[in-house]
């Protein structure tokens, strides 16, 4: 079971972005998924939740500004960023509790991180 994240790039303060999260491997079901992400020289920070049933909560960094979503028949994960600010720049990583098909034992799984530069 894997997650693979893309769609991280070099963006202009107040400009747009959306990050994908795809999971693949023997999946039975994804519970909850979140984004995190990590600016240069600090801590990694919670910045959306996302339940299966598509209940969302956000950092209040990001409210009003970043949208997250789900395609439970894709196992995919999203985050649409708007109005960008450089305080943004950081490495984009999603997590997931995922129940393996072949245990029925519940995974926390993390992608690889993609790096979004938010910069003039």
């Known amino acids: 079971v894997q997650l693979v994240e893309s769609g991280g790039d070099l963006v202009q303060p107040g400009g747009s972005l959306r990050l994908s999260c795809a999971a693949s491997?023997?999946?039975?079901?994804?519970?909850?998924m979140d984004w995190y992400r990590q600016p240069p020289g600090k801590g990694r920070e919670l910045v959306a939740t996302i339940t299966r049933g598509g209940r969302t909560n956000y950092a209040d960094s990001v409210k009003g500004r970043f949208t997250i979503s789900r395609d439970n028949a894709r196992s995919t994960l999203y985050l649409q960023m708007n109005s960008l600010k450089p305080e943004d720049t950081a490495v984009y990583y999603c997590?997931?509790?995922?129940?393996?098909?072949?245990?029925?034992?519940?995974?926390?799984?993390w992608g690889q991180g993609t790096l979004v530069t938010v910069s003039s």
């Open positions: 491997g023997s999946i039975l079901r994804i519970d909850d």
């Open positions: 997590n997931a509790f995922i129940v393996e098909a072949t245990t029925v034992g519940v995974l926390e799984v």
